[in-house]
């Protein structure tokens, strides 16, 4: 397999750098998945049509992982298209040391809680941060509620 993977990696990634227009990162992890179902399957492909399956699996995967880059919200792609918003010109000092209240207030709530209020705050709906997630629509409301409680229970003793 060693000696097959020197032979073919660099013409699998440009045979789908062909039919696939997307980052390098992306074709890579597509044509590393087709490998290792290669090392998988491997009793059940022949040796003469190897590379027409890697091809064939990569150039899938890789569309699978463009379906799903353009469904997942990037979380570094939103915090950076917020950050004008955050640093805004108009802000007074006051403003801004309330801001920066509320950020700690953030950093001491549990980490599930900060992630659906992030996730929420980036505009996403409870279906969405579920399914993000890995959890119920009824346990994000949950996380948010108590989220939300604890950041004026901090609030409250902090006035």
Same mark, same amino acid.
Request: hydrophobic letters at 45%; glycine letters at 4%.
């Given at each position: 397999?060693?000696?097959?993977?020197?032979?073919? =990696?660099?013409?699998?990634?440009? /045979?789908? %750098? +062909?039919?696939? #227009?997307?980052?390098? $990162?992306?074709?890579?992890? &597509?044509?590393?998945?087709?490998? +290792?179902?290669?090392?998988?399957?491997?009793?059940?492909?022949?040796?003469?049509?190897? *590379?027409?399956?890697?091809?064939?699996? =990569?150039?899938?995967? /890789?569309?699978?992982?463009?379906? %799903?880059?353009? #469904?997942?919200?990037?979380?570094?792609?939103?915090?950076?298209?917020? *950050?004008?918003? /955050?640093?805004?010109?108009? $802000?007074?000092?006051?403003?801004?040391?309330?801001?920066?209240?509320?950020?700690? !207030?953030?950093? @001491?709530?549990?980490? %599930?809680?900060?992630? $659906?209020?992030?996730?929420? !705050?980036?505009?996403?709906?409870?279906?969405? +941060? &579920? @399914?993000?997630?890995?959890?119920?629509?009824?346990?994000?409301?949950?996380?948010? +509620? #108590?989220?939300?409680?604890?950041? #004026?229970?901090?609030?409250?003793? =902090?006035?």
């Amino acid at each position: 397999m060693g000696e097959l993977y020197g032979l073919l =990696a660099r013409r699998l990634e440009e /045979a789908v %750098r +062909i039919d696939v #227009r997307a980052s390098n $990162a992306l074709i890579e992890d &597509a044509c590393q998945i087709a490998w +290792i179902r290669l090392l998988r399957d491997r009793d059940q492909v022949h040796r003469e049509t190897v *590379m027409t399956w890697l091809v064939r699996t =990569a150039v899938h995967e /890789a569309f699978k992982l463009l379906r %799903r880059d353009r #469904r997942e919200l990037s979380l570094e792609a939103a915090a950076e298209e917020a *950050m004008p918003i /955050a640093r805004s010109p108009e $802000a007074t000092p006051l403003e801004l040391c309330e801001r920066g209240e509320r950020l700690a !207030a953030l950093g @001491r709530l549990p980490e %599930r809680q900060q992630r $659906a209020l992030w996730l929420h !705050a980036f505009g996403l709906s409870y279906t969405e +941060i &579920a @399914r993000h997630e890995g959890c119920t629509t009824r346990t994000v409301e949950r996380q948010l +509620i #108590r989220a939300r409680e604890h950041i #004026r229970g901090i609030q409250a003793q =902090a006035a």
